[in-house]
């Protein structure tokens, strides 16, 4: 089955993936807005299959419930990347998708083949759909969803810069659990056998520990640019 994910000639495809807290959400977001692309947060999209299992009764340590139950949910992403929305069966998941119990469960769902199967497929024809081209923010868009992509960017930063920006983002939160909380997640998320978070060897790696949004929006801007005056 080819994986070529067929655009129109102008439109770019850019792949951001990395950890968690690397900017990846706030970076993808700009660019697109600044070159009037779509955006979309594949994230979110494991986050809202993830409440729903969780909404569901299906028991989420269960591999084999949750591959069975995974083709139920109807999930709808919106790509503007200035206001992009997410629902579950036509419900708004937008909030309930951030909730401490999701992030906790995400990365079970999340490796489950079945599930990334299906959610595999609904970025590819998102990202085909995008006529002027879009911006894909995840763990695995370089190496597995669009490995045609026209830029890949990895994004890394130091464990302690990320769960810094993180805990920053919930008030009150600890940040040595948030750290260690962190540390997990990427763990599951790494050490999985389908589609693990992973850099593609062609993408261009980014440590954006000593920089700011600012600057790392503009890193991204300037490669997309090139991309497009190369073509
Ligand atoms: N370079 C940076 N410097 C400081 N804070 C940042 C930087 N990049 C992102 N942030 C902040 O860190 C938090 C996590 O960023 P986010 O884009 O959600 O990361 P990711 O999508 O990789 O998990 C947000 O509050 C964001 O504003
Ligand atoms: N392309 C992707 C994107 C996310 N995910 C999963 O979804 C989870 C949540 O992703 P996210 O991007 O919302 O995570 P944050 O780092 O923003 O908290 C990750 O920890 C992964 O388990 C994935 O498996 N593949």
Redesign the pocket.
């Known amino acids: 089955m080819s994986t070529a994910v067929e655009t129109a000639s102008s439109a770019v495809i850019v792949a951001i993936d990395?950890p968690?807290?690397?900017?990846?959400?706030?970076?993808s977001k700009a660019v697109a807005a600044k070159l009037g692309l779509s955006y979309l947060d594949t994230?979110a999209q494991y986050r809202a299959i993830t409440w729903w299992m969780l909404n569901n009764g299906i028991d989420v340590t269960s591999p084999a419930e949750i591959a069975t139950a995974a083709a139920k949910p109807v999930i709808v992403s919106g790509t503007d990347p200035t206001g992009p929305t997410i629902t579950v069966d036509g419900e708004d998941a937008s909030g309930p998708i951030r909730t401490q119990e999701v992030t906790s469960q995400v990365s079970a769902v999340s490796a489950v083949p079945e599930v990334r199967t299906i959610i595999t497929e609904l970025q590819r024809t998102i990202a085909a759909g995008a006529r002027g081209g879009i911006v894909v923010?995840g763990r695995d868009i370089g190496t597995t969803v669009l490995p045609d992509a026209d830029l890949k960017i990895f994004?890394t930063a130091s464990p302690e810069a990320r769960a810094a920006?993180?805990s920053?983002?919930v008030k009150g939160s600890d940040l040595a659990a948030t750290r260690e909380a962190l540390i997990k997640r990427d763990a599951a998320d790494s050490g999985r056998k389908t589609s693990p978070l992973a850099k593609a060897d062609d993408a261009v790696e980014v440590d954006?520990t000593e920089?700011?949004?600012q600057?790392?929006i503009e890193c991204v801007v300037t490669l997309v640019e090139e991309k497009r005056t190369a073509a």
Not at 20 to 27: D, E, M
Request: no cysteine; hydrophobic share 20%; aromatic share 0%.
């Open positions: 990395g968690s807290g690397t900017g990846k959400s706030s970076t994230g923010e994004l920006r993180r920053g983002e954006t920089l700011t949004l600057q790392v």
